[in-house]
């Protein structure tokens, strides 16, 4: 694996976290995008030390896309 592709070998399980967050009822299926006071929410660790842990990263993954369009 590259150094230019460490996230996708940091995540192992993608969807988990929209799937845990869909279960609970805090996300629809239709949702584009996770929102952020959902993310920060779920990252207090009211759901899990798992899910925390999973939605700071997500919060971490999402700001490195600032000033990117998107495409």
């Known amino acids: 694996m590259s150094v230019r592709k460490w996230i996708k070998g940091a995540i192992k399980r993608p969807g988990a ?27 207090r660790g009211d759901y899990g030390p798992q899910t925390a842990r999973r939605a700071r990263a997500a919060i971490t993954f999402r700001s490195f896309r600032k000033g990117k369009r998107k495409s």
């Open 17 to 43: 976290l929209r799937s845990t967050l869909q279960g609970l009822g805090l996300v629809k299926p239709t949702q584009a995008r996770i929102p952020m006071k959902v993310l920060r929410e779920a990252a």
